[in-house]
């Protein structure tokens, strides 16, 4: 019995012992962990499989290489014609931006038909230009992540191994200029309790721009609502004023943001049409379906400001946000799962793993170092939304909870 006893005494202490050792961890470092043998795994995996393993995990096995690239920087050298002939679903400021890059692209490509996009590899000064903005994005990365206050090896290792996970590389393949949008939010994020009124300042005009790239990062600006921060969420409302107007003045004025709304709606009920088709073959007629899935976009995006009120870590209401913009169907795809990067990289910053930040970490890092064939992936994705969507519900209904109940206390003690 004495033995029994003494060996439950030892287990218990070992337990409690690694538990603590778990918790002293930095979650970088076991973000590094698992992206290593995952690497490995895939890098492996590509040279037995050879270009069919490393092509599988791409759209269509790369036939539109780089189309999200250099189809929008084709639309964009039409001025205006980029909303009322080639629909653009991009806000002003996006499309100012881009066009700028096709300053770079020879005439003789950009007057070739639009399903003609891809001979953009007989014109080396297209090839060039794609090659540099990349390349500026990926240092502009590299030089925010090395803000953060990590040792040098940790913050090198987390560095390289960012921009060889499986959603940059994806995003690399696309060459969608939502990396652009991503920088910005980042420096937002990294500038949000900044000490330096300044840096909180650029934090605030760098959310209007990443708005202004691409609309859906507004979200990002509720914790300045649930902080209490009027005067910041005014200064970001009037720098987001700015990065729509001054750009809509290239495109015939406000008008041009109107446009771009009514487009973004149209593709985006196009990119519901799976879904219409899974509800029809379930007996649900297509209008209703249709109307049910607005429904629900409306009801996630005010629940997300509603539970985003109530205070909490920003991170939280960060990975919150991203994961509202990964629902729309048409944001929802590997390489956008960058949107919940300035989440995570909060997350490292200001979190230890115990408890329920566990299945954060979890869900949050499993998109990075998997590398799953395209067959593989929205199961992986949506797998991943729901879990985040489960933790951050249960955690906000808690939250309401104890709001209440410490209002009714309060009532109480008044009476």
């Known amino acids: 019995m004495h033995i029994k006893e003494t060996l439950l005494q030892y287990g218990q202490r070992a337990k409690s012992g690694f538990l603590a050792f778990l918790r002293r961890r930095d979650p970088v470092e076991y973000f590094i962990a698992l992206m290593i043998p995952g690497l490995a795994v895939f890098l492996l995996r590509c040279m037995i499989g050879g270009s069919d393993a490393f092509l599988g995990i791409f759209f269509e096995k790369c036939e539109y290489l780089f189309y999200d ?13 980029v909303y009322t002939e080639m629909d653009s679903i991009y806000p002003p400021l996006s499309n100012l931006v881009i066009s700028l890059f096709s300053l770079c692209m020879p005439a003789e490509y950009l007057s070739l038909p639009r399903e003609q996009f891809y001979l953009w590899y007989n014109y080396p000064t297209a090839i060039l230009t794609y090659i540099l903005f990349f390349t500026v ?8 992540l090395g803000r953060e206050k990590y040792p040098s090896t940790k913050k090198t290792l987390l560095t390289l ?5 499986f959603p940059f590389v994806f995003l690399a393949e696309r060459g969608n ?8 939010m980042l420096i937002y994020t990294q500038n949000y309790n900044s000490e330096s009124p300044m840096g909180r300042e650029i934090g605030l005009f760098m959310l209007a721009v990443a708005t202004g790239l691409k609309f859906y990062p507004v979200l990002l600006g509720l914790p300045l609502l649930a902080d209490k921060r009027w005067k910041d969420a005014l200064h970001a409302c009037v720098y987001g004023l700015i990065c729509f107007f001054v750009p809509s003045l290239f495109y015939k004025g406000p008008i041009s943001v109107f446009w771009a709304i009514k487009n973004t709606l149209g593709f985006s009920g196009r990119s519901t049409a799976l879904a219409d088709d899974f509800m029809t073959q379930n007996g649900i007629s297509s209008q209703l379906g249709s109307t049910l899935l607005m429904v629900f976009y ?5 629940f997300a400001v509603l539970a985003a009120l109530v205070e909490r870590k920003p991170w939280k209401t960060w990975m919150f946000g991203a994961a509202v913009m990964l629902t729309m169907p048409s944001i929802f795809s590997s390489y956008n799962w960058l949107l919940l ?4 990289i909060a997350f490292f910053r200001s979190e230890r793993l115990e408890g329920i930040n566990w299945g954060y970490f979890a869900f949050l890092v499993i998109p990075f170092f998997t590398y799953p064939p395209r067959g593989w992936q929205d199961a992986i994705l949506v797998v991943c939304m729901v ?3 489960l933790l951050y519900v249960v955690e906000s209904i808690l939250h309401f909870r104890r709001f209440f109940k410490e209002r009714k206390a309060v009532a109480q003690s008044a009476a």
């Open 69 to 81: 690239f250099f189809s929008p920087v084709r639309d964009a050298a039409m001025g205006v014609g």
């Open 137 to 144: 994005s990926l240092m502009l990365l590299g030089a925010l």
């Open 161 to 165: 191994l960012l921009l060889c996970s």
């Open 177 to 184: 200029t939502v990396i652009l949008c991503i920088l910005a």
């Open 298 to 302: 409306v009801l996630v995006v005010v």
């Open 341 to 344: 990067l300035p989440a995570l």
């Open 387 to 389: 879990g985040l969507y």
